[in-house]
Nanobody, 128 residues
Framework: QVKLVESGGESVQTGHSLTLSCEASGNIYMTHAFGWFRQVKGKEREGVAGLDTDGSTTYAEPVKGRFTISKDNAKKTLYLEMNNLKPEDTAMYYC??????????????????????WGQGTQVTVSS
């Protein structure tokens, strides 16, 4: 059984930074592809950042240059460093893990259907 637990979400002001964490446990290898997604109530969940099996990273256009995805294999933890936060970054943030060891490629790494395991989410609120 795989469990993903996000933390680090807060209410902050525009321009501030936050780092989200996602601790993985159970039968999941840190060599799998991982991603961060976000969802605003009433809207579809969207891919924010992905970390593929070869270490390559992919970012959605709205967060390029501001967000950084990384992981610590020893701690089995995925991170999302978010800088220069904007009100439009307000959302519930979810981490996700692929259910197989293969690459998701840059075409699939931000696609929701590519992931088998999901956390419960952590709320980020950015006020102006």
């Amino acid at each position: 059984q795989v469990k993903l637990v996000e933390s680090g979400g807060e209410s902050v002001q525009t321009g501030h930074s936050l780092t989200l964490s996602c601790e993985a446990s159970g039968n999941i290898y840190m060599t799998h592809a991982f991603g961060w997604f976000r969802q605003v109530k009433g809207k579809e969940r969207e891919g924010v950042a992905g970390l593929d099996t070869d270490g390559s990273t992919t970012y959605a256009e709205p967060v390029k240059g501001r967000f950084t995805i990384s992981k610590d294999n020893a701690k089995k933890t995925l991170y999302l460093e978010m800088n220069n936060l904007k009100p439009e970054d307000t959302a519930m943030y979810y981490c996700a893990a692929a259910g197989h060891a293969g690459s998701l490629t840059r075409f699939g790494i931000l696609k929701e259907h590519e992931y088998a395991y999901w956390g419960q989410g952590t709320q980020v609120t950015v006020s102006s």
